[in-house]
Antibody, heavy 119, light 108 residues
Framework: QVQLQQWGAGLLKPSETLSLTCGVS????????WTWIRQLPGKGLEWIGE???????NLNRSLKSRLKMSVDTSKNHISLNLSSVTAADTAVYYC?????????????WGQGTTVTISS | EIVLTQSPRTLSLSPGERATLSCRAN???????LAWYQQKPGQAPRLLIY???TRATGIPDRFRGSGSGTDFTLTVTRLEPEDFAVFYC?????????FGPGTKVDIK
């Protein structure tokens, strides 16, 4: 059974770079869109972007200029970097799996990482 | 960008009652790429329905998804105590993928 475990810094200052990693265990790393989503405080869900195991990305245009996603297939890790953060980036960040094909949606989620941007 | 609107924003019902949640899009959504999620406080969202009407693994058959075009519905035929939560619709056929603002189903 696939499990996603997230880690990364939870408190940042404005202008710093947010860095999160999502580790995949118990299942296949390939054939999947690895997705990042965030949830602003008390608000709904925002799709950040997705990356395949081959490194192809599809990023939310609203964040694209500050966003970098990468994969490390040797470690089964997916990483998210968001530069020049502001208070508006304060949110719970999730990684999730969406398998390629069969109209699959995001069916396995990480536990979430609370990131606070404050001076 | 496909904007999803959900109604009502809050639904107050009793266990055993039927819940009908609406999700409307500002342009056509391929029903093969419409999903519903349930989220409880402090937890990650849980996939209920994908491809418009297919229940995810382990989801009981009281959860039913339907609709096409710009109008989609999640029906919970008989609410159990553990069903009270926030429900989100989500389209993943167009980029950027988007979510509705959510419907909170609480206990009356």
């Amino acid at each position: 059974q696939v499990q996603l475990q997230q880690w990364g810094a939870g408190l940042l200052k404005p202008s710093e770079t947010l860095s999160l990693t999502c580790g995949v265990s118990g299942g296949s790393f390939s054939g999947t869109y690895w997705t990042w989503i965030r949830q602003l405080p008390g608000k709904g869900l925002e799709w950040i972007g997705e990356i395949t195991s081959g490194g192809s990305t599809n990023l939310n245009r609203s964040l694209k200029s500050r966003l970098k996603m990468s994969v490390d297939t040797s470690k089964n890790h997916i990483s998210l970097n968001l530069s020049s953060v502001t208070a508006a980036d304060t949110a719970v960040y999730y990684c999730a799996r969406r398998r390629i094909g069969f109209f699959s949606a995001m069916d396995v989620w990480g536990q979430g990482t609370t990131v606070t941007i404050s001076s | 960008e496909i904007v999803l609107t959900q109604s009502p924003r809050t639904l107050s019902l009793s266990p055993g009652e039927r819940a009908t949640l609406s999700c409307r899009a500002n342009q056509n959504v391929d029903s093969n790429y419409l999903a519903w999620y349930q989220q409880k406080p402090g937890q990650a969202p849980r996939l209920l329905i994908y491809a418009g009407s297919t229940r995810a693994t382990g989801i009981p058959d009281r959860f039913r998804g339907s609709g096409s075009g710009t109008d989609f519905t999640l029906t919970v035929t008989r609410l159990e105590p553990e069903d009270f939560a926030v429900f989100y619709c989500h389209q993943y056929g167009d980029s950027p993928r988007t979510f509705g603002p959510g419907t909170k189903v609480d206990i009356k």
